[in-house]
């Protein structure tokens, strides 16, 4: 069984610029939740999809950051534009039934 | 809402030796726990989890973790461990299974030879 995959895995931008994050879950999996997480922390929810609805974006910064699941499968997390402080690992993560979430190898931004 | 702290930012400790890494949380309601194992450049990997019944879970790689209810704990522990068990151990919180998981900051286990 094929485990959650991100794309790009590391990506280098200039501030300002706008960036984009793709994730498949595992297929099967209901729900889909990005993280963000900083140097030395733990992972920090930014937003979960129940198949297409986002029932849980309090912690996602609207005026930059936006999310989309077409379909209720793959999700795009976008940027626009990027600032130096949103340099993070972001993790895509799945899950069926609840409680085990199953991640992804995460993308690595880096804002210059 | 709840939290975790995981009261440890680095455990050294030789190769063959036991570890505990220590992990509190905080909530009103019933609660599952969970640890995670991130190697470098990797997502999180799922070590074990507590949803109910035994509070003493195992897990795997040999890890095992004890729920504690009273002090509100949730401590990782491994009676010997291996150079490949280096790396960032997080703890985390779901209350009621509400699909909101909070992670602690982690712990990172450096095994030395």
């Known amino acids: 069984e094929a485990g959650v995959v991100q794309s790009p895995r590391y990506k280098i931008i200039e501030k300002k610029q706008p960036v984009a994050f793709w994730c498949n879950p595992i297929s099967g999996h209901n729900t889909l939740y990005w993280y963000r997480q900083n140097l030395g922390q733990g992972p920090e929810l930014l937003i979960r999809?129940?198949?297409?609805?986002?029932?849980?974006d309090s912690q996602l910064p609207k005026d930059r950051f936006s999310a989309e699941r077409l379909k209720g499968v793959d999700s795009t997390l976008k940027i626009q534009p990027a600032e130096l402080g949103d340099s993070a690992v972001y993790l895509c993560a799945s899950s069926f039934g609840g409680y085990e979430q199953f991640f992804g190898p995460g993308t690595r931004l880096t804002v210059l | 809402a709840q939290s975790v702290t995981q009261l440890d930012s680095q455990v050294p400790v030789f190769e063959e030796a036991p570890v505990e890494l220590r992990c509190n949380y905080s909530s009103s309601v019933s609660v599952y726990l969970f640890w995670y194992v991130q190697y470098p450049n990797q997502g999180l990997q799922l070590l074990l989890k507590?949803?109910?019944?035994?509070?003493l879970v195992k897990g795997i790689n040999g890890f095992e973790a004890e729920f504690n209810k009273s002090q509100t704990s949730f401590h990782l522990r491994k009676p010997s461990v291996h150079i490949s068990d280096t790396a960032e151990y997080f703890c985390a919180v779901s209350e009621n299974n509400n699909n909101d998981m909070r992670f602690g900051a982690g712990t990172r286990l450096t095994v030395k030879p």
């Open positions: 999809y129940e198949n297409e609805e986002a029932v849980d």
């Open positions: 507590y949803l109910s019944g035994s509070t």
